[in-house]
């Protein structure tokens, strides 16, 4: 786990980040289904939003960790606020 908080503070993080909550994502995809049917649905669109807002994390990198230009994704990179 800590090798992964590690990977995502460095300017390729988003390629780790990604496939980490690819896996995250389809566990609450299997357990939310089976068992709550409308925390699914939570889960689901919050993922494809939570992924969408950090596509563009991997192509600008600044102050050691990796920024997106949308400048909406602060849950993969902390140093990029606005």
Do not use: A, D, R
Not at 9 to 32: A, E, T, V
Not at 40 to 47: C, G, N, Q, R
Not at 73 to 82: I, L, R
């Amino acid at each position: 786990m800590l090798v992964v908080l590690v990977l995502l503070l460095q300017c390729y993080c988003y390629y780790y980040f990604y496939y980490y909550n690819y896996y995250y994502f389809y566990y609450y995809y299997y357990y939310y289904y089976y068992y709550y049917y409308y925390y699914y649905y939570y889960y689901y669109y919050y993922y494809l939003y939570y992924f969408y807002y950090c596509y563009y994390c991997y192509y600008c990198c600044y102050c050691g960790c990796c920024c997106c230009y949308c400048c909406c994704c602060c849950y993969c990179c902390n140093c990029c606020y606005c």
